[in-house]
């Protein structure tokens, strides 16, 4: 539950809410907007390397990886899920390299940081199911031809449409909220590889909100008005320890002082401890890219306009479904 906006007037809430699959509702973006008011609010998420989807994502790449470095005509369609002390890899792929699946997916856990059971997945004991098959030959005519097709012939067995743009809001030339999210999910990392946090584990989730001003369509990052962090931790940390060294080694180091003031929110594990869930591939492709500023498409049906009236605060609610 994290709370967005404190008012006393008329105003409209633009909710972003992303349907990753068929699991996790999450809102990831959100604008408020306050009538006859010139700034609005945007919160933009990052996940960590350890959060289950990452863990995914990184073991198809690793996959590919491996694929390309033996065969680079390899052609791959990998997928990956996993649950507590399990992971399974399973799809397409149709390559000349000879390669050990099981040992990609217990390396890329174990360099994550998933070493034993209380973290929720053990890279040396857990349970890997490996399902593979080659390439369907509809899908490799239509791309390939079988290897026939010169290389300015060949199509996309899949394809996805991305969006992004430079904004001279930070050095990166991306949006303010997305690289403190991100930066802040990297230093979770950091520090607890480096042992300046070691209650620390791998899965964690980080969100900002900033306060923006319209210059005339050009969007100034004016403060931060909330961060939230929710890290996966040792059973022997405190709340209060817990926030204290997120304030000092984690926000401190990333956050310039020029962006927060004595109004900033800070909601750190706010839930309590994380537990290693469910995780797939791709479920956070939007919020990896720009943060979901730029977002604007006709058909992310899950996008709506809630008319608010004299309402106090707006209160995003992260539902499992």
């Known amino acids: 539950m994290v709370p967005l906006l404190g008012l006393n007037c008329k105003h409209l809430v633009y909710l972003k809410l992303l349907y990753p699959r068929n699991s996790l509702l999450s809102a990831v973006g959100f604008i408020s907007e306050v009538e006859n008011m010139d700034t609005f609010l ?11 989807d990452k863990l995914c994502d990184q073991i198809s790449d690793a996959v590919l990886d491996a694929c390309l470095e033996q065969d680079p005509d390899s052609k791959v369609a990998c997928e990956t899920c996993t649950k507590t002390n399990m992971v399974m890899v399973f799809g397409e792929i149709t390559t000349k390299g000879n390669i050990d699946y099981e040992k990609i997916v217990r390396d890329t856990c174990r360099d994550i940081g998933f070493t034993s059971d209380d973290v929720g997945l053990d890279a040396d004991k857990c349970k890997v199911l490996v399902n593979i098959e080659q390439q369907s030959p509809d899908i490799a005519q239509g791309v390939h031809g079988h290897l026939t097709k010169r290389p300015e012939e060949i199509g996309a067995g ?49 969100q900002v909100t900033v306060e923006y001003y319209n210059d005339n369509g050009a969007m100034v990052p004016v403060r931060v008005h909330t961060v939230l962090i929710s890290t996966q931790h040792d059973e022997t940390v405190t709340n209060d320890e817990i926030a204290k060294d997120l304030k000092e080694h984690v926000i401190k180091p990333i956050i310039p002082e020029k962006y927060l003031d004595e109004k900033t929110i800070f909601h750190l594990n706010p839930s309590g401890s994380l537990d290693l869930k469910r995780g797939g591939n791709g479920r956070f492709l939007k919020t990896a890219a720009y943060g979901h500023f730029g977002r604007d498409d006709p058909d992310f049906t899950w996008e709506f306009a809630v008319p608010c009236e004299e309402m106090d605060m707006i209160v995003c609610h992260k539902i499992s479904l």
């Open 42 to 52: 945007f919160t933009s998420e990052s996940v960590n390397e350890g959060h289950p």
């Open 158 to 206: 899949d394809q996805g449409h991305m969006f992004g743009y430079a904004t001279d809001e930070t050095p990166e030339l991306m949006p303010l909220s997305h690289v403190l999210a991100t930066k802040l999910g990297a230093r979770l990392t950091e520090v607890r590889k480096d042992g300046k946090c070691p209650w620390l584990r791998p899965d964690g989730k980080t």
